[in-house]
């Protein structure tokens, strides 16, 4: 199975699991639940949340589903920015442990830059560490400038990654992010991986180039948009799931990998920047 080394060697699976939206809607519980189950059985052990999705109900949810699994678990959650100064970022990293009855988060993400000062934020992710309450940091949504920036403060390399948009039809990281990133060995989250399903590119997923791709490889368009994703050095997706069904299809992405004349395809048909 493909996996991800972080900054220091730990490493996770190239594939693990979304939770916006889930956890807010009561009739759906238990099939999300599990949906994350599974998912973790079938190796797709991250699990990424955030205390903004559904004001704290998918972290709630997250926590019901890793119960008596934890320790196969990487968890990973997000600060809002205006919760990220000292002592406010310590506040909401209780709080969103107490909601996925943990004691550690394994990854806490800035969600994305607000008016904090990155120095502060980095001060009080260091002291969450030093406390045990978390085991690695990063960021998310930061371009190459505000990255670089980051890096550049004292401490601010121990970042472990930014979760960023990447999918076949957002392919702007690849301008100057993503070789930069590979370049300092710091892994790449993508979220969206599957453009919403297509909603970010209408007809994606009935796209020819990627349905025959699918049907060579005897896989589905979504299969093809996740492999394609993670087969750039350095990068991790986080697919969100709703259903048993399509977790156990996103997981079986894991095996598949494109040849050099599927990636040319794809490439053609959806170009990087230029
Ligand atoms: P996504 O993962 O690209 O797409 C999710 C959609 O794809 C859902 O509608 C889901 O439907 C559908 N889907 C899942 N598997 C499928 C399959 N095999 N075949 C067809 N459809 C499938 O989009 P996302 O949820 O926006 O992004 C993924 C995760 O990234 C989020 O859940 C969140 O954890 C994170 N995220 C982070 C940020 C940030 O600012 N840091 C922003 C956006 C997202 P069902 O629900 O019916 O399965």
């Known amino acids: 199975m493909k996996r991800v080394a972080l900054p220091g060697g730990e490493e996770v699976p190239a594939l693990g699991m979304g939770t916006w939206m889930i956890g ?3 009739a759906r519980r238990s099939e ?3 949906t994350l189950q599974q998912g973790i059985d079938l190796g797709m052990t991250l699990i990424d949340t955030a205390e903004m999705y559904g004001d704290g109900a998918s972290e709630k949810l997250v926590g019901q589903a890793i119960r008596g699994r934890r320790d196969r678990v990487f968890l990973v959650s997000k600060v809002y920015p205006h919760n990220a100064g000292r002592k406010a970022a310590q506040l909401a990293c209780e709080r969103s442990l107490k909601r996925l009855g943990v004691d550690c988060l394994d990854l806490y993400l800035l969600h994305w830059r607000g008016d904090v000062p990155f120095t502060e934020t980095i001060e009080a992710f260091v002291a969450l ?3 045990g309450k978390i085991r690695h940091w990063g960021v998310s949504n930061f371009d190459l400038d505000d990255l670089q920036a980051w890096c550049d403060l004292p401490g601010g390399d121990a970042v472990a990654t930014n979760q960023v948009l990447y999918n076949l039809t957002r392919r702007g990281i ?3 992010l993503l070789p930069w990133c590979q370049q ?4 790449v989250m993508a979220y969206c991986p599957l453009a919403q399903a297509g909603r970010l ?3 994606l997923l009935n796209n020819s180039v990627v349905t025959d791709i699918a049907r060579a490889h005897n896989a589905t368009a979504a299969q093809i948009l996740l492999a394609w994703v993670i087969s750039h050095e350095g990068v991790m997706a986080i697919p969100k799931a709703g259903t048993v ?4 299809e996103n997981a079986a992405a894991l095996n598949i990998t494109l040849s050099a004349e599927d990636l040319a395809r794809l490439d053609n048909a959806f170009p990087a920047p230029g």
């Not at 300092?184 to 892994?187: E, S």
């Not at 069904?245 to 156990?248: L, S």
């Open 129 to 131: 560490q030093a406390q």
């Open 32 to 34: 999300e639940i599990s």
């Open 201 to 203: 590119r209408d007809g």
């Open 184 to 187: 300092q060995q710091m892994p």
């Open 24 to 26: 807010e809607d009561a």
């Open 174 to 176: 690849e301008w100057d």
């Open 245 to 248: 069904a399509h977790a156990q």
